[in-house]
């Protein structure tokens, strides 16, 4: 998702550059201005401390800790780098744009994970991206907005479309957990995974066939409820950049767009190379890295914008970026990461947990809930954060499915 638009936010306000300025210091004001686009841009520092642990295999925790800080700073050049680049594009060759480069960390981390075979730790960190944007960052938008504040509004025929988006992926990943939990175990269980596998495939062309039907539903139809005016996003990023607005050309654009991907590749798969040692050294279990820690690398720079926008009273941008990104990953990274399981051979389904589904229902229940009437407060969020909170104290104590397969054999 990108950082400072809702999913797809039309721009027709372009900038252009000054013109007569030599190449060499255009890039160097291009570069300047990218790395003052966004606080989190200090974390930078960790790109290369990252690169060398990975390199020369040093820490494994170390290594992993510095690659999962090098990534936040990244995803909020990309995120920029996107919003510039869509900005040049128009109306709809910009929406497709944010549509498909909005959610692109968390694409380059599941892919690499899933290349590794850490299948669970691909399910886990989709699921954690869901549950960190319903409940994590609507409840800080609910409270700090909310908080000096008696209620706020927002669009509710926007807010409800959304919401019944939500309720479609819901079902998409409770049905293959329900269709294995009413069929009885025993020797034909390899022959009930393959049919899982099956069903999954074809759930996730259905609801990438519905994300594309979205798609033209925020384009096409119903456009002037979804479009926020530019003004918004240019407001809010004065508030946490100390340079003054600029636009990048888009040749900057691309070169940052694709220098970011490379990087993130790099420190994603060193990221990802280290969870097993991790997990060992740590303790800590794949689900809980993938559904707690990770989501955090590819949202930290949603969850600065979210929260601004909401402090500022714009609950329509704020809803817009939390929940657009929630619709993003259940409707188009999740069933895109099973196509791409089928294409590399290796088996990723929709079939979580029963313990997981049953946590990304309530978290789908609880969020529909308080969004539908269009209005929020700060007591809403605090229990949006609680929720959250018990979620992941639940499943930093909830075992891999691997680890009491083991626990229990030696009992």
Known sequence: MNANTPLLTVNSNTRAREPQIPAW??????????????????????????????????????????????????????????????DKAGSTVGGLLNATFGNAVELIVSIIALREGQVRIVQASMLGSLL????????????????????????????????????????????????????????????????????????????????????????????????????????????????????LSIRSSISFLLGATILVS???????????????STGLSKTFIGLIVIPIVGNAAEHVTSVMVAMKDKMDLAIGVAIGSSLQISLFVTPFMVLVG?????????????????????????????????????????????????IAMAFYYYPDVETFDVLTKTL
């Not at 004001?29 to 200090?42: A, G, M």
């Not at 990252?50 to 909020?76: K, R």
């Not at 409840?139 to 008696?150: A, D, M, P």
């Not at 946590?359 to 308080?370: E, G, H, K, R």
Request: charged residues 10%; aromatic residues 12%.
């Open 342 to 390: 089928w294409w590399i051979n290796v088996p990723m389904t929709l079939n979580f947990s029963t313990f997981e589904t049953a946590t990304l229902f309530i978290a789908i229940f609880l969020s529909n809930y308080l969004i539908l009437d269009g209005e929020s407060n700060w007591l809403e969020g605090c229990m949006s954060l609680a929720m959250y909170l018990l």
């Open 266 to 280: 790099i420190c994603a798969d060193y990221l990802v190379g280290t969870i097993d040692n991790v997990v060992a």
């Open 25 to 86: 210091k255009a890039a160097k004001i291009d570069l300047e201005y990218v790395l003052y686009s966004s606080p989190l841009n200090i974390l930078l520092v960790f790109v290369p401390l990252g690169i060398v642990w990975g390199m020369f295999e040093l820490s494994h925790t170390w290594t992993f800790a510095f690659n999962f800080l090098a990534i936040i700073p990244l995803a909020a050049i990309l995120a920029y780098a996107t919003e510039e680049l869509a």
């Open 132 to 247: 960190s944007n319903l409940l994590l960052v609507l409840g800080f938008c609910f409270v700090l907005g909310g908080y000096n504040r008696i209620q706020q509004t927002f669009n509710q025929t926007a807010a409800q479309t959304m919401s019944s988006l939500l309720a479609i992926s819901s079902a998409s990943l409770l049905i293959p957990a329900a269709f294995k939990a009413t069929l009885p175990t025993g020797k034909e269980d390899e022959l009930i995974d393959e049919k899982i596998l099956s069903l999954s495939r074809g759930t996730s062309i259905i609801l990438l066939i519905m994300y594309v039907l979205f798609l033209l539903f925020q384009l096409g139809s119903h456009q002037a409820i979804f479009e926020q005016q530019i003004e918004e996003t240019d407001e809010t990023i004065s508030q946490y950049s100390s340079k003054p607005a600029h636009s």
